[in-house]
Each structure stands twice: as structure tokens, then as C-alpha cells.
């Protein structure tokens, strides 16, 4: 069994033993992948990683392009040039090519921290969302995606959204 089935389990069971029946339990179910596509904040941590990255992927744009540009005047020129200048263009585009994939690389992994920081921020901020609607409707439990049914009814994740765009 998952660990979320485990907690919904758990707190039933905690309710029920505090003399709870089901009448007076109030369950609330949240679709999280929604919130994380509709959130007012997914769309501005996009922006800000756009652009605090985009200068460094135009100039990974420019060093493809430079590659491009390169190889095809090799292609063109490469008969008519000596053993030597050939062989020196070559390793000139290899050197570009290494230099390109390692910022490329580097890039990949600064956007993936980045994006995982975003993320953390953003799932304080549904948790504390998700927790004011909860106590502010009485609710006894709300679960997260992973469920195998909810009904409409006990789903608050309009509400979960409505109070992020509060901000």
C-alpha cells in the first residue's frame, strides 16, 4: 500500500476512535497536478526562470549557429585548403562543440536546482492554501492526488486555487 493510503487510513481511524461516526467526518480531496498548472504562481516562476536563464540560452542559440556556420564552410572549403588548415579548422569546431555541450550541461543542471527551488516554494504555498481552506471549512482530512475515487463533492481544489490567487 502507498503511504497516502496509509494516512487516509490512519486518520479515519483516529476519527473514528474519538467516537466520530462517518456522518460527522468532512473529507476533502485535492487534485495537486491542477493546482500546479493553474496556480497564479507556476506561471510567474516560469517567467522568472525564463528570464533568468534566457541570456544564457541565446548565447548557447549563437554558439550552435557558430557551429553550423563553420562546419559548412569546412564542407565547402575543406577540398581546396592545405592538410594543416583543415586539420586546425576541425579541432577549432571539436573545441566549440566540447565547449557548447559543457554550458549546454551546465545550463540543464542550473535550470533543474532552480526549477526544484521554484517548486519547493510553490508547494509551501499550496500546503498552507490547502491547510486556511481546510480550517476555515471544517474540514477533518484532506488528501492529495493518488486517490483511486473522490467525488466532486469533498474536491476543494477550485477553493485550494482561488485562495493562491490571494496571494
Known amino acids: ?39 497564479p504562481q507556476t506561471a ?7 528570464k533568468e536563464f534566457g541570456p544564457r540560452t541565446q548565447e548557447l542559440e549563437r554558439m550552435q549557429k557558430q557551429i553550423k556556420d563553420q562546419e559548412a564552410a569546412l564542407d565547402k572549403d575543406g577540398l581546396t585548403m592545405t592538410e594543416s588548415d583543415r586539420r586546425n579548422k576541425e579541432r577549432d569546431v571539436s573545441n566549440i562543440k566540447l565547449e557548447f555541450q559543457r554550458k ?25 492554501a ?7 471549512d471544517g474540514y477533518d482530512l484532506v488528501v492529495y492526488s493518488g486517490v483511486a475515487y473522490a467525488s466532486k463533492k469533498v474536491d476543494i481544489t477550485d477553493k485550494v486555487l482561488k485562495s493562491l490567487g490571494k496571494k
Open 1 to 39: 500500500m502507498n503511504k497516502l493510503l496509509h494516512y487516509v487510513l490512519a486518520g479515519s481511524l483516529v476519527a473514528f476512535s474519538m467516537g466520530a461516526t462517518a456522518a460527522e467526518l468532512k473529507i476533502g480531496y485535492v487534485q495537486v497536478d491542477k493546482i500546479l498548472q493553474e496556480a
Open 44 to 50: 510567474e516562476s516560469g517567467k522568472k526562470l525564463e
Open 104 to 128: 549546454q550541461r551546465e545550463l540543464r543542471e542550473d535550470i533543474n536546482l532552480r526549477k526544484n527551488e521554484e517548486l519547493s516554494g510553490l508547494q509551501d504555498r499550496i500546503n498552507k
Open 130 to 136: 490547502v491547510t486556511s481552506v481546510a480550517e476555515t
